[in-house]
């Protein structure tokens, strides 16, 4: 029976199986399955009798057929079934193995879930960093802003500032290529001084500056006197001119005595032309003598400015400010900073101590105070002197304004103010040091 059946084949002959389909009558069934049609309980054998007939009929046993094959292919459909599971490529055992390495991959400390989730919040930790993230970017940014669109040492003001250096430069430029005093007038004027110098005997004499300006002084009195100077002559001789053309011949001998009473007063030795002259050479030796001569002065004005450029480098307006080195002894341990702005905008203040007993110095502490609110102050204390030492050390601000930032430190040893900063007390730091 088992053979007549089938169950003592091995399924897994496909022409076995094709058989036993056929047999079966599953090939009738349009889905695969068999589901339909062959497992109906209703008697195939049986007609509906529309009129009563005379004769009786015998009745078919279909209906144990039909149960036979659908018995037989629920067999069918059980060793399938069972064949799948056990198949090696997508069984039971496959698919958990499969799921097993899913959950291994999800939850690997390495690269799953976990790991996943810890990198996000360090990147979130990093975005929202006080220090360094987005909001202090902003500031930063903002920081930047307010310096670049500064109406005091902006963008603004140095286009003005270099607009106006413009047009002093093109105005010098002008002045120098001027046909009237430029530089070649004065290379042409300085030319004839030295060819007069040159055919000049001239004894350089030791005088000051205050006799030559005295001289010149004199000079210049004397040229434009009303009594007798240039303005005079000429009104004399006009007078002259008008008298000498209505004279007669005869009167010749006066104005030749007359004339030789002018040459003698012109070349006297007291005021006349070599008196004159004498004292023009003792002006032009001074001018150019190069001991307290015009190129002295030229030199020592030149040093002066020099020297004037670097003490304003020096002493001018400056955000980075110092108190300059001071002593702190073994129990002045920390100090009381303070800043208040005094301007119409945020600004920031960075506090350094440094220890100036080492070369190159080294940074002790530091604090810093950003975006203090207009009209406001700001405060803190930090340590100086951690090794509790006698130690030099030197007190640096940094301000990002030059003006309307007011400042204060002071040092303490067990909660006592030892060495107090007052705002006048910070110097610029106009030098190449941090």
């Not at 009798?49 to 059980?78: E, N």
């Not at 496959?94 to 360090?122: M, N, Q, V």
Request: proline letters at 4%; one cysteine or more.
């Amino acid at each position: 029976m088992e053979e007549t059946f089938g169950f003592g084949k091995d399924w897994g002959n496909t022409a076995d199986w094709g058989n036993l389909i056929d047999w079966a009558g599953m090939n009738e069934d349009l889905d695969g399955y068999g589901s339909s049609g062959v497992c109906d309980f209703k008697d195939p054998c049986h007609k509906p009798h529309h009129k009563p007939h005379l004769k009786p009929h015998h009745k078919h046993h279909c209906h144990d057929d039909k149960l036979l094959k659908c018995f037989i292919f629920t067999c069918l459909k059980l060793k399938l079934i069972l064949c799948l599971l056990k198949n090696n490529k997508f069984c039971l055992r496959e698919i958990k193995k499969e799921i097993a390495l899913l959950e291994k991959a999800i939850f690997s400390p390495t690269f799953g879930l976990k790991e996943i989730k810890r990198e996000i919040r360090r990147i979130e930790c990093g975005i929202f960093s006080p220090t360094f993230g987005l909001p202090e970017i902003k500031r930063e940014v903002r920081n930047i802003e307010l310096g670049v669109f500064s109406p005091t040492f902006g963008l603004p003001e140095i286009k003005s500032e270099v607009s106006l250096i413009e047009t002093i430069v093109a105005g010098i430029a002008d002045e120098i290529d001027s046909p009237t005093f430029g530089l070649v007038e004065i290379k042409s004027e300085v030319s004839e001084i030295l060819a007069i110098v040159s055919n000049l005997n001239v004894v350089v004499p030791t005088l000051l500056l205050v006799d030559i300006k005295s001289e010149v002084s004199a000079i210049e009195s004397a040229v434009f006197s009303e009594t007798f100077g240039l303005a005079e002559i000429k009104s004399e001789i006009s007078e002259i001119l008008a008298i000498v053309t209505n004279l007669d011949f005869t009167l010749f001998s006066d104005i030749k005595s007359e004339v030789s009473t002018i040459e003698s007063a012109v070349f006297s030795e007291t005021f006349g032309l070599e008196e004159i002259k004498s004292e023009v050479s003792e002006i032009f030796g001074a001018v150019f003598s190069p001991t307290f001569g015009l190129e002295e002065i030229k030199s020592e004005v030149s040093t002066l400015l020099f020297e004037f450029e670097q003490f304003a480098s020096a002493q001018g307006f400056s955000t980075n400010l110092t108190t300059g080195p001071f002593l702190a002894s073994a129990t002045e341990d920390n100090a009381e900073v303070k800043a208040f702005n005094a301007t119409a905008t945020f600004q920031s203040v960075t506090f350094e101590v440094f220890d100036i007993g080492t070369c190159p110095i080294s940074l002790v502490n530091s604090v810093a105070f950003l975006d203090i609110t207009p009209c406001c102050g700001a405060s803190a204390f930090f340590v100086i002197n951690p090794l509790l030492t006698e130690t030099n050390l030197i007190l640096n601000a940094q301000t990002s304004s030059t003006f309307g930032i007011f400042l204060y430190a002071a040092t303490r040893a067990l909660l006592v103010k030892q060495t107090e900063f007052f705002s006048a007390d910070f110097l610029p730091l106009g030098t190449i040091c941090v």
